[in-house]
């Protein structure tokens, strides 16, 4: 399965700036500079720091998966190519693997990996064989790029949502 799909996709400071403000940064002030540069770049930054039986009722988010590699610009164009990184038959119902690679457009540095799992109930009991259709670009063995500590974590950080969120 080699499937490959192709899209473009602009931003600027502003869309970054209102998708910021829309999940919250500076709702408690609105002048901290701790949270002011999730929004607005005084200095000039050149990057931010955050970071057919198909029914989409019955879509189930399973997983989420990502890797940066470089700083996401603060204005850029992205050119995303994604392949599909695994299909299995779970009888009722399948699970889709998709793998998007964002790379900057113009340069054409690779910036990110996003790859996420999706339940599709009702999508299943597509092979015909005794043996469900499994597949996968990663091997049984794959292993992480890192070694997840048993020890306990530095530090925690708890937050709410806040009402402007709700609904």
């Not at 392949?83 to 910036?111: H, P």
Request: aromatic share 12%.
């Amino acid at each position: 399965m080699n499937y490959a799909h192709q899209s473009t996709y602009s931003y600027t400071e502003r869309d970054v700036a209102l998708y910021a403000l829309g999940i919250g940064a500076c709702s408690k002030d609105a002048v901290d500079d701790k949270e002011l540069r999730y929004v607005y770049h005084q200095d000039g930054q050149q990057s931010l720091e955050f970071l057919s039986r198909f029914d989409p009722r019955l879509l189930l988010h399973g997983q989420q998966y990502i890797e940066i590699y470089k700083p996401l610009p603060s204005s850029c164009c992205l050119l995303n190519k994604a392949t599909v990184a695994g299909l299995q038959d779970k009888g009722k119902a399948a699970v889709l693997e998709i793998e998007i690679l964002s790379y900057e457009k113009e340069s054409g540095a690779l910036l990110c990996m996003n790859r996420s799992a999706i339940y599709l109930r009702g999508a299943g009991g597509f092979s015909k064989s005794s043996q469900p259709y499994s597949y996968t670009k990663y091997s049984s063995n794959h292993t992480l790029a890192y070694k997840v500590p048993q020890s306990q974590p530095y530090a925690v950080y708890e937050d709410c949502t806040l009402p402007s969120q709700l609904g």
